[in-house]
């Protein structure tokens, strides 16, 4: 079965930086574009970033752009998401998701893009 694992989340303080890291088995990682997306309080899902199969090519938020890095190793079957200066406004559960094929074919994906979620792992970015 598809298991998405996420780790690396904490409490640090603006103007820090995280490393997430995802792992994933179950399928076939190299074959498939992968998502973060990110739940604050109170607010909807908000997509992140997305790395298409080849990890070649990748799209960000606005709010996240120069600041957030997704990459993946396809032999490790494992994302991460690079996250530098964060703010405040960072602060939510970080998920990975499993995108429906092997690139981003909207902008922003839609939810109904994510075939898979991973049980998340928290951000709080607080002094």
């Known amino acids: 079965e598809v298991q998405l694992v996420e780790s690396g989340g904490g409490l640090v303080q603006p103007g820090e930086s995280l490393r997430l890291s995802c792992a994933a088995s179950?399928?076939?990682?190299?074959?498939?574009?992968m998502n973060w997306v990110r739940r604050a309080p109170g607010k909807r899902s908000e997509w992140v970033a997305t790395?298409?199969?080849?990890?070649?090519?990748?799209t960000y938020v606005e709010s996240v752009k120069g600041r957030f890095t997704i990459s993946r190793d396809n032999a490790k079957n494992t994302m991460y998401l690079q996250m530098n200066d964060l703010k405040p406004e960072d602060t939510a559960v970080y998920y990975c998701?499993?995108?429906?094929?092997?690139?981003?074919?909207?902008?922003?994906?839609?939810?109904?893009?994510?075939?898979?979620w991973g049980q998340g792992t928290q951000v709080t970015v607080s002094p």
């Open positions: 179950g399928f076939i990682f190299s074959k498939y574009a």
């Open positions: 790395i298409n199969s080849g990890g070649d090519d990748t």
């Open positions: 998701t499993k995108h429906v094929g092997s690139q981003l074919y909207t902008n922003p994906p839609d939810v109904n893009q994510y075939d898979h």
